[in-house]
């Protein structure tokens, strides 16, 4: 009996993880008056790669807000972005100013616009818009922590109308922002 409520147990999980993981098209979807929204949790939900793979097929601009930003692999694709001439520009929290390891550093050596949001006492956003069409947000950092310890949860949702209120949302805080420097 132990075993075969571990085997249904397991099951469970693994139904519950490809459902969760599977884009959700939210009522009117088909309509295109609702966004398409992936859900992914960490760890090992694949939240790193889900990003990585939108930042390879960004063509024209990707905005970045960040708490905490170490994470080697999103850092290198945001960096081949700004090399294949999307617009990179990244805002993180004051504390990346002077934290021993950041991405700041090696995005700003990259010639990718980087700037420290310092007028609020943290700068928790955890957001990336892409292409004006596509926001990935959630209690995710870009850190190695976030994809491999941590429980987090990751948004992608798919909608120019809500894109268009993050973008919106980052330009306010591009406003009072100050460069980056090392």
Not at 76 to 98: M, P
Request: aromatic fraction near 8%.
């Amino acid at each position: 009996m132990g075993r075969l409520l571990r085997d249904c147990r397991a099951l469970f999980v693994f139904i519950a993880v490809l459902l969760v993981s599977a884009p959700i098209p939210l009522p009117g979807a088909a309509r295109g008056g609702m966004p398409e929204v992936v859900v992914l949790f960490s760890p090992g939900g694949g939240c790193a790669d889900a990003i990585a793979e939108i930042l390879d097929g960004a063509e024209s601009e990707i905005l970045v807000q960040a708490y905490s930003f170490t994470s080697a692999p999103i850092a290198k694709r945001l960096v081949d972005a700004h090399k294949r001439g999307v617009k990179v520009r990244v805002i993180l929290d004051k504390s990346q100013q002077k934290e021993r390891y950041t991405s700041a550093t090696f995005l700003f050596n990259a010639g990718v616009p980087v700037m420290i949001d310092s007028e609020h006492a943290i700068a928790h956003n955890k957001v990336i818009v892409v292409d004006a069409g596509i926001v990935i947000t959630g209690s995710y950092n870009f850190t190695k922590a976030a994809e491999k310890r941590n429980a987090e949860n990751l948004l992608i949702i798919r909608s120019a109308k809500i894109a268009k209120k993050y973008r919106d949302n980052w330009l306010l805080h591009s406003s009072h922002s100050r460069p980056y420097f090392r």
